[in-house]
């Protein structure tokens, strides 16, 4: 899944053209196309390097791979790609929904990442595998929003001219802002869903009781 995806979408930014971008760039701000492409090129080392901090295989038997394409996930992917988020977001031309939704998922996905990485640090494994779960879940919400914002699409097409008044430039927007809110909000449930379920003792309370 993450091998389409970023066949699909990041090709485009490579030719370093503004026309290509999936993105509509604002007029006048000459600093955010720039900025988009290396938030897309950081995106993508996180998006790839956190596989490997998922697969469990790898992770027991290469225990120092995974500590080296750790660092790659935070130093190289997430923390670069969040803070040019921060300011994509905050420049976004899709309206003020997908702003708010693209500055509180850039801020969660920085701040549970950042736990993760202390709780390494503190030798706390049990919550850094928590933390980082949810990081892990905040990365691939991207793959997730473009799904649902198709699905999205589809379903509001036929308001094009009731609810959306005719302007198909404002449903786009909607869809678009249904996936980016809709998306982390899903896997983050999700997540702490199977942590629960994985928690010591979790089976033994849900077991019947037999005579």
Not at 168 to 192: F, H, K
């Amino acid at each position: 899944m993450v091998a389409a995806f970023v066949v699909f979408s990041v090709p485009p930014y490579l030719t370093f053209d503004p026309s290509h971008s999936r993105l509509e760039p604002p007029a006048g701000n000459d600093l955010y196309y720039p900025l988009l492409v290396a938030h897309v090129l950081f995106g993508t080392v996180a998006i790839a390097t956190a596989c490997f901090q998922i697969w469990p295989a790898f992770r027991a038997r290469y225990r120092r791979g995974h500590r080296i394409t750790g660092r790659i996930y935070i130093y190289g992917g997430v923390l670069p790609a969040g803070l040019l988020g921060l300011y994509i977001g905050w420049h976004t031309a899709a309206g003020p929904s997908v702003r708010v939704a693209n500055l509180v998922g850039s801020a969660l996905w920085l701040a549970v990442t950042i736990l993760g990485l202390r709780m390494a640090r503190q030798r706390r494994y049990g919550e850094h595998r928590k933390w980082m779960s949810r990081s892990f879940a905040l990365t691939m919400s991207i793959v997730l929003s473009r799904v649902i914002n198709i699905v999205a699409t589809i379903v509001l097409t036929p308001q094009v001219d009731t609810t959306f008044l005719g302007s198909q430039e404002l449903m786009q927007y909607s869809a678009a802002s249904i996936g980016v809110w809709l998306s982390p909000l899903l896997l983050l449930l999700l997540t702490d869903w199977l942590l629960e379920r994985r928690k010591p003792g979790a089976r033994r309370r849900e077991a019947p009781v037999t005579a």
